[in-house]
């Protein structure tokens, strides 16, 4: 693998969490239409054809057991992951689940250094720290609105995903260092699609034909930051652009507000602020030479 340098991985992993942020405000708006589970069903089977170009188009072979192993267990982490975030995120608004979503990094951090044997420096501590003190002003801003037994419901379901989302960053990076983007994004829609099919005889709609562009968007959003994520990943320690993901709250306030006509207020620019200054010390830390992953797998 050609070296690349730590800035060049944290930035690429920045733009695929802001093209995450836009599949996520084209998922809502199509769950709110056709329910989490259809959302997510047919965005999957979309994916997977989407994502099958590019990877077939460079004749792959097929993936030793370890590989396909792990490519299956983030699948079933990234269902359930999924089903969670999307079912809450119809019913709070964008900028609130995705700040929910922060606990993730900060566990994803030190799983890092348990999971990887990752060392954790004091500046990606410090840097954690200053983000989850802006997550923490967020939500004393959104504790004020009164948004009813549905929303907390629903903020429930985005921490129990945040929970599978710190894992899952874990098994990114297992997965980025034993198969490129490509194979990545192709293989995570197709298992996605096989264990929500499972649940097809009793939950699967064929959704309306107006929905087809909006599934079609979402998948290949999906895909594109799959690619994205994989490849900074597969250069940069899981610890050291964990921070990154705290980005996503300016996308979604932004997104939540043109989309959904959802107000930011003054608490949640100062946490968004406090989280910017937490990737910034994220991003000029210097990463730590990575970690032995023997027994990792």
Same mark, same amino acid.
């Given at each position: 693998m050609t070296p690349?340098?730590?800035?060049?991985?944290?930035?690429?992993?920045?733009?695929?969490?802001?093209?995450?942020? #836009?599949?996520?405000?084209?998922?809502?708006?199509?769950?709110l239409e056709i329910g989490a589970y259809n959302t997510m069903l047919w965005r999957s089977l979309a994916g997977a054809l989407i994502a099958a170009v590019p990877h077939f188009l460079r004749r792959p072979g097929w993936p030793d057991r370890s590989t396909l192993r792990l490519h299956f267990q983030r699948g079933l982490v990234a269902t359930a992951m999924a089903i969670l975030f999307f079912w809450g995120l119809a019913r709070v608004p964008m900028a609130q689940a995705v700040a929910l979503t922060f606990i993730a990094p900060l566990i994803a951090l030190f799983l890092a250094a348990w999971l990887l044997h990752e060392r954790i420096d004091r500046s990606a501590i410090v840097a954690s720290g200053v983000a989850f003190a802006g997550v923490l002003v967020i939500l004393a801003g959104q504790s004020r609105a009164e948004l009813g037994h549905d929303a907390f419901l629903g903020a429930i379901a985005i921490l129990v995903s945040a929970v599978c989302y710190a894992y899952n960053i874990i098994l990114m990076r297992?997965?980025?260092?034993?198969?490129?983007?490509?194979?990545?994004?192709?293989?995570?829609?197709?298992?996605?699609?096989?264990?929500?099919?499972?649940?097809?005889?009793?939950?699967?709609?064929?959704?309306?034909?107006?929905?087809?562009?909006?599934?079609?968007?979402?998948?290949?959003?999906?895909?594109? #930051?799959?690619?994205?994520?994989?490849?900074?990943?597969?250069?940069?320690?899981? #610890?050291?652009?964990?921070?990154?993901?705290?980005?996503?709250?300016v996308w979604a306030s932004l997104l939540g507000y043109l989309v959904f006509g959802e107000h930011v207020g003054p608490l949640t620019v100062i946490g968004a602020a406090l989280i910017a200054g937490g990737c910034f010390i994220a991003a000029r830390r210097r990463p730590v030479p990575m970690g032995n992953l023997e027994g990792a797998s």
């Open positions: 690349t340098r730590p800035a060049t991985a944290f930035a690429v992993a920045t733009l695929g969490i802001a093209v995450f942020a #836009s599949m996520d405000a084209l998922m809502k708006g199509l769950t297992r997965q980025a260092l034993v198969a490129d983007g490509r194979e990545v994004a192709f293989y995570q829609n197709v298992t996605v699609a096989i264990f929500l099919m499972l649940a097809a005889p009793m939950l699967a709609v064929v959704p309306d034909a107006r929905h087809a562009p909006g599934l079609l968007g979402a998948a290949a959003l999906a895909t594109i #930051s799959l690619f994205l994520l994989t490849w900074a990943y597969g250069r940069a320690e899981a #610890s050291y652009l964990a921070p990154v993901e705290y980005t996503a709250f």
